[in-house]
């Protein structure tokens, strides 16, 4: 069975930058792309970006100056990185499996940016 | 980028009844690429609903979508108990997606 877990800080400064890591088990990383997708509290779903085995990436344009996202092939993980928070970039993040549509979601950790 | 409207924001229904969901794009999407997903509060997303009208593994068939280019629907043809939920569509174009804001299916 494929599952999915999100780990990292749940705290971030404003100006710093958030950094998650997604690991992948019961599957290997290295015959999907994968995503990151954010939801802020009691809103809707916005699709940050997704990244193929081989590096090959395709970011949110509305956040593609500030995110980062890379693979792990050794450890089967993918990471995000996203700088120059803000309170705005306060949500629970979800990393799933899937470029077009996404059919194996983690369940998602919160991140507050807060001084 | 296509911008995908839902409505209604909120139904209310009861259990057995038939929900009819709506999603309407902002420019033709193919059908290939839309889906649909059902989120419980505390929970991540679940997949139903891919390529318009394929239903996701083990989703149960009163679970149907149609629909194609700006239009398309999600029906629950008798909503069960755990059938209350939110429910949102997705779109892929141009190596970009989007997700609609969302519909409530509450309890009447």
């Known amino acids: 069975q494929v599952q999915l877990q999100e780990s990292g800080p749940g705290l971030v400064k404003p100006s710093e930058t958030l950094s998650l890591t997604c690991t992948v088990s019961?599957?290997?990383?290295?015959?999907?792309?994968w995503s990151w997708i954010r939801q802020p509290p009691g809103k809707g779903l916005e699709w940050i970006g997704c990244i193929h085995y081989s590096g090959s990436t395709n970011y949110n344009p509305s956040l593609q100056s500030r995110v980062t996202i890379s693979v792990d092939t050794s450890n089967n993980q993918f990471s995000l990185k996203l700088s120059s928070v803000t309170a705005a970039d306060t949500a629970v993040y979800f990393c799933a499996r899937g470029w077009v549509y996404f059919t194996y979601w983690g369940q998602g950790a919160l991140v507050t940016v807060s001084s | 980028e296509i911008v995908l409207t839902q409505s209604p924001g909120t139904l209310s229904l009861s259990p057995g009844e038939r929900a009819t969901l709506s999603c309407r794009a902002s420019q033709s999407v193919s059908s290939s690429y839309l889906a649909w997903y059902q989120q419980k509060p505390g929970q991540a997303p679940r997949l139903l609903i891919y390529?318009?009208?394929s239903r996701a593994t083990g989703i149960p068939d009163r679970f149907s979508g149609s629909g194609s280019g700006t239009d398309f629907t999600l029906t629950i043809s008798r909503l069960e108990p755990e059938d209350f939920a939110v429910y949102y569509c997705q779109q892929y174009s141009s190596s970009q997606r989007t997700f609609g804001q969302g519909t409530k299916v509450e309890i009447k």
């Open positions: 390529g318009a009208s």
């Open positions: 019961g599957d290997s990383i290295s015959t999907y792309y």
